[in-house]
Every structure is written in structure tokens, then in C-alpha cells.
């Protein structure tokens, strides 16, 4: 479902396409440094403490929790404190 009018639609993906790959690799980039500096924001602005080693497994979770199973986030959420 969508609210974008098909016409906005189509000239968001010509002007998408007519940039170079390196472009559209340094957009797509530059969009995940901005969603991970919100979500690091947000983990910030609700804990209790920490420090910087549980902002991480948090921010892991935050980004990546749902394409793991809970027993494969767990895995890497321990690999994260041993590191």
C-alpha cells in the first residue's frame, strides 16, 4: 500500500537510475550512517547505563534482531560481549 502518487513514484526511480552506482552505493550509505545515528539516539535516550559495549548489542538488535532467530541473536548478542 502506498500514499505516493504513481507519476512521484516513477520520477523518484528515473532519478534514482540516472545515477552512477558509485552515487547511488554512497546514498544508500549515507542513509544507513543517518539510521543508525537515530537508532543509537533513541537507544541513548531510553537506557539506564551501560556504556558503549551494551549500546552495541543493543543497537545489533535494534538493526538486525528480526532477521535472526532468537537463538541466533542470542549468539551473536554473546559473541558481542566477549569481543
Do not use: N, W
Amino acid at each position: 500500500m502506498t500514499d505516493t502518487p504513481a507519476s512521484v513514484s516513477a520520477r523518484y526511480a528515473r532519478e534514482l537510475l540516472s545515477q552512477t552506482p558509485a552515487r547511488r552505493v554512497e546514498m544508500a550509505c549515507s542513509m544507513f550512517v543517518s539510521a543508525k545515528a537515530l537508532a543509537l539516539a533513541g537507544i541513548r535516550l531510553r537506557s539506564v547505563g551501560g556504556g558503549p559495549d551494551e549500546e552495541r548489542r543493543a543497537l545489533f538488535i535494534r538493526l538486525y534482531g528480526d532477521d535472526f532467530t532468537r537463538e541466533g541473536a542470542a549468539i551473536v548478542v554473546a559473541h558481542l560481549r566477549a569481543a
